[in-house]
């Protein structure tokens, strides 16, 4: 099967798996196992904040930065297709008491200018803003890049304003990659900072919060509350290191193939896509032109054996990553060729 899914779908490296079966572990929730705690450290290193926290998924590591930026009955500033409002089944509301204020963007990338004019004080009717969150890089809008300059913009502007900025940075070393900078320089700005070991990087577990050191210890507590208290996890975190030392500097072999996928992509009837916006390794296409509903396509893709999922009834999502190569790529495009035959898509245009 070539998995183009997502980059969560990537097995153990065998670097990885030895790391793991040879990790010396102790009880986590006693602050004792080495491995983890050695992983904290290199990642609030690489992420240039003072402390960092190993959580078991970026869904737990961003609801425990909401809830450590903001109060009961704040709002979140976030884009409409933040994965932090889309897919965190209601987190911030559940666990912070928040509401999400989403702004329509055209590629996932907030300005100051839109955040300013949304973030509000406290007043006797709305509810004040608490935080800004920025996905970088997006997931939904294609694996956009925030540029460096806009993120500086909206961390000093709500800095000035009193407000704080999480960063959802689960693929921020695709940002890195694409960008030349480094992870601490993009996070830098903002108070606090999420990035996952188990998506791009292909680690099988795990992400990471950074921040300030009085945070990550509250940090700490809520990631208890939430029953993340995990005990001899450095069989997970061994593989994280591996994951964080290792595979960054592979990354632009995925970023080469998605923007492969996104110009083949663009030559099949009925596919729309920009492949210069394809920075990173995220591809979104618009098949409506196709004629064949986004579900159908997904279900022949799947007889050829090309796993491929449908975002809504026009758009799809192909995600590259270290199991899939240049040939796999290939394969996957001949396959979506196929599964569209010129005709269905010449009878909609
Ligand atoms: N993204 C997953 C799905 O949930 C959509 C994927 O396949 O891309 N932030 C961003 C930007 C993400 O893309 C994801 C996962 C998360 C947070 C949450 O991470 P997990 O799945 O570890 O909770």
Known sequence: MIDLRSDTVTKPTPAMRRAMAEAEVGDDVYGEDPTVNRLETRAAEIAGKEAALFVPTGTMGNTIAVKLLTTHGQEVICDARAHVTDYELAMMAWFSGCVPRTVPTA??????????????P??????????????????MCGGTVYP????????DGAHERGLKVHMDGARIFNAAAASGLTVAEIAAPADTVMFCLSKALGAP???MLAGPAELIAKGRLYRKRLGGGMRQAGVLA?????AIEETPLKLVEDHRNARFLAEGLARIPGIRIDPKKVVTNIVIFDAAGTGIPTAEISARLKQSGVLLNPINDREMRAVT????DRAGC????DALAEAV????AASQL
């Open 321 to 324: 990553h270290y199991d899939v």
């Open 330 to 333: 290939a394969l996957a495009l």
């Open 341 to 344: 035959p010129a005709r269905a």
């Open 205 to 207: 577990v795990g992400s």
């Open 238 to 242: 061994a593989a994280g290191l591996v």
């Open 107 to 120: 590629d996932g990338i907030l300005s100051w200018e839109q955040v300013a004019r949304l973030a509000k």
């Open 122 to 139: 406290v007043n006797p009717y709305s509810a004040p803003t608490g935080m800004i969150e920025i996905e970088n890089t997006h997931n």
């Open 148 to 155: 460096i300059e806009t993120i500086r913009e909206i961390c």
